[in-house]
Nanobody, 125 residues
Framework: VQLQASGGGLVQAGGSLRLSCAASGRTFSSFDMGWFRQAPGKEREFVAAIYWSGGYTYYADSVKGRFTISRDNAENAVYLQMSSLKSEDTAVYYC???????????????????WGQGTQVTVSS
């Protein structure tokens, strides 16, 4: 599956952004989806994930209550609504696709078979 992330940009602290990830090439509902981010000089870190059906979502503690992940299987897309943004949210954000399986560790990058190219989010304080 090919993934194309978009929606990043420059926003002031306290503002909001909505990231989108468009998927093509495979049946989108075959995949659980995740968002990760990587800041300069830091490891890639888990942000949020959503089950193939949309029935379950997972969040990193650092974004819980501020970010919301959702998906639209009819549109082959996954979204990340980000609110109350902080300077520490500045990073390149990546969407990723994991094959559906009975046991899933959504916060592990190794679980994901496909990655998008990333979109830059910069939060100014």
């Amino acid at each position: 599956v090919q993934l194309q992330a978009s929606g990043g940009g420059l926003v002031q602290a306290g503002g909001s952004l909505r990231l989108s990830c468009a998927a093509s090439g495979r049946t989108f509902s075959s995949f659980d989806m995740g968002w990760f981010r990587q800041a300069p000089g830091k490891e890639r870190e888990f942000v949020a994930a959503i089950y193939w059906s949309g029935g379950y979502t997972y969040y990193a503690d650092s974004v819980k209550g501020r970010f919301t992940i959702s998906r639209d299987n009819a549109e082959n897309a996954v979204y990340l609504q980000m609110s109350s943004l902080k300077s520490e949210d500045t990073a390149v954000y990546y969407c990723a696709a994991a094959y559906r399986r009975s046991s899933w560790y959504p916060d592990r990058p190794s679980e994901y078979a496909y990655w998008g190219q990333g979109t830059q989010v910069t939060v100014s304080s």
